[in-house]
T-cell receptor
Framework: DGGITQSPKYLFRKEGQNVTLSCEQN?????MYWYRQDPGQGLRLIYY???????QKGDIAEGYSVSREKKESFPLTVTSAQKNPTAFYLC?????????????FGQGTRLTVV | DQQVKQNSPSLSVQEGRISILNCDYT??????FLWYKKYPAEGPTFLIS?????DKNEDGRFTVFLNKSAKHLSLHIVPSQPGDSAVYFC????????????????FGQGTILTVHP
């Protein structure tokens, strides 16, 4: 089945450690995105990538890094510089060729920093 | 700067009645609007969308209305069902010169809909 897979679903890390969240899609979508959800704030864009080997900062990129070495994969690293990393992280993808360009989301990763 | 706003954090509706969820935007460059539904600890799922060249789009029980002059859109669900209880997000994007949007969405804060049996 085609879709977006985020792993793990729950992740616990100690403060000061970097952590990488995985996102893989087999939808052959060109663009991929990382959003963060906090209570009462909706979804905020962290980074996005429209093609392989290229990515752009979103609205809240500080303390995060990404790579896009393959079309199918867009991992997000939450670095120790991120001041408030505990959140629900959502990965999404979309096709440039679709007229109705809704983004398809993964199931999310709940990151808790202790 | 919140470019997409959902001013009602929650809405409670009786089963069978109409649910109306509202969304306002400030950026006049937005020309494509979407509604997503989200259950706790899951990713949002796409519900319905509307282009700025239209003022209404209907899909089964779901209808989205767009008032460009007021920069306002609304989602109507009728009749409402208990399974509709979820968080609803409004989102907006821009369509490029090629006629496609890259899916880079700006989201509102969400409205929690509760449909009572």
């Amino acid at each position: 089945d085609g879709g977006i897979t985020q792993s793990p679903k729950y992740l616990f890390r100690k403060e000061g450690q970097n952590v990488t969240l995985s996102c893989e899609q087999n939808l052959n979508h060109d663009a991929m995105y990382w959003y963060r959800q906090d209570p009462g704030q909706g979804l905020r864009l962290i980074y996005y990538s429209q093609i392989v080997n290229d990515f752009q900062k979103g609205d809240i990129a500080e303390g995060y890094s990404v790579s896009r070495e393959k079309k199918e994969s867009f991992p997000l690293t939450v670095t120790s510089a991120q001041k408030n990393p505990t959140a629900f992280y959502l990965c999404a993808s979309s096709s440039h060729r679709a007229k109705v360009t809704e983004a398809f989301f993964g199931q999310g990763t709940r990151l808790t920093v202790v | 700067d919140q470019q997409v706003k959902q001013n009602s954090p929650s809405l409670s509706v009786q089963e069978g009645r109409i649910s109306i969820l509202n969304c306002d935007y400030t950026n006049s460059m937005f020309d494509y609007f979407l509604w997503y539904k989200k259950y706790p600890a899951e990713g949002p799922t796409f519900l319905i969308s509307i282009s700025s060249i239209k003022d209404k789009n209907e899909d089964g029980r779901f209808t989205v209305f767009l008032n460009k002059s007021a920069k306002h859109l609304s989602l109507h669900i009728v009749p409402s069902q208990p399974g509709d209880s979820a968080v609803y997000f409004c989102a907006a994007s821009r369509v490029n010169a090629g006629g496609t949007s890259y899916g880079k969405l700006t989201f509102g804060q969400g409205t929690i809909l509760t449909v009572h049996p």
